[in-house]
């Protein structure tokens, strides 16, 4: 076993983990890579992955996952979710048409799977920054991902986590910045 270091976690795993210590369950890091970790309480053993077990079917994880699946559930049952679309690399030509149609700036470019914040680009102020944002995203994943475009609002991001048995938790999360004077 790999020495548990809970600093290491992301944020949404370290507060899950600190929760399962704050009940008197054991955690032990089984692979930092995968972020699977062991959870033993009460005789019981668990595997976690990130923040999945066996206890969340592996269906409901894939389609929580998709981003825009998830838009598309939260609008079914008027859940207000910014403006925007699905597209590729490789019909962008339909997502400047998108834009130009249905959006206006700024926008957001996220990727339709992902987490972390990994490939999304906010603030995009006009169609030269947009072209560059598809571009910068076609380099950094594959041709034939899939991203998100969509209105910015400049809003707090929160995350809520909930149980089957009704307990919750809700962190507010800050962009990160740097201050700095140019040079520092």
């Known amino acids: 076993m790999i020495p548990l270091d809970i600093s290491k976690l992301h944020t949404n795993q370290r507060l899950m983990v600190e929760a399962?210590?704050?009940?008197?369950?054991?955690?032990s890091l089984l692979d930092s890579y995968e972020e699977l970790l062991l959870v033993e309480y009460q005789g019981e053993k668990e595997f976690l992955m990130d923040r999945f077990s066996s206890k969340v079917p592996y269906h409901v994880v894939k389609m929580a996952a998709d981003k825009f699946f998830t838009k598309h559930l939260f609008i079914q049952n008027n859940i207000s979710t910014p403006k925007g679309a699905v597209f590729t690399y490789q019909n962008q030509d339909k997502a400047f048409e998108y834009?130009?149609?249905?959006?206006?700036?700024?926008?957001?470019?996220?990727?339709?799977?992902?987490s972390h914040g990994d490939h999304v680009k906010v603030d995009i102020q006009n169609q030269v920054e947009l072209s560059l944002a598809?571009?910068?995203?076609?380099?950094?994943?594959?041709?034939?991902?899939?991203?998100?475009?969509?209105q910015y609002y400049p809003w707090k991001e929160y995350r809520l986590f909930i149980t089957s048995i009704g307990g919750f938790a809700?962190?507010?999360?800050?962009w990160a910045s740097i201050i700095g004077d140019g040079i520092h």
């Open 134 to 150: 598809i571009e910068e995203f076609k380099h950094d994943t594959h041709v034939n991902e899939a991203f998100i475009l969509e």
């Open 20 to 27: 399962l210590l704050k009940k008197g369950a054991s955690v």
């Open 99 to 114: 834009v130009k149609q249905n959006l206006c700036f700024p926008l957001v470019l996220k990727p339709n799977w992902g």
């Open 170 to 174: 809700v962190i507010h999360r800050e």
